[in-house]
């Protein structure tokens, strides 16, 4: 399953999916610096961590994952989906993308 999504139509997914959770997979200190709004922070460098919180998660809803520049966060999807997760979304250029393209995002 390919869920690598442009910024454009990322945003249009995200806003449209009320439920939606959005995940930022980056470090602690790289989501403190700059975030997207609503954005929790989930790093994927600390499995334990990562998986704990997963498996928290209702495998019903949409999950947009997202990064630095998308290499993290399609691990992320892979794993996800390794877990019974189908409506996953990667920010495809990851955080980067998204600030380039003149996107928000808060601190």
Known sequence: ???????????????????????????PNEYNEYHISNAINIDIYDPQ??????????LSKSYF?????????????EIMQQYGF?????LEGGIEDW???GNDTVK
Request: charged share 30%; net charge positive.
């Open 99 to 101: 600030i380039e393209k």
């Open 49 to 58: 961590g990562f998986m704990k919180k997963i498996n928290e998660f209702d």
């Open 1 to 27: 399953m390919n869920n690598n999504i442009d910024t454009q139509n990322w945003k249009k997914k995200l806003s449209e999916n009320p439920d939606a959770i959005c995940i930022d997979v980056r470090t």
């Open 86 to 90: 189908n409506k996953l979304f990667n």
């Open 65 to 77: 994952i997202y990064c630095k520049s998308g290499k993290r966060s399609q691990m992320a999807c």
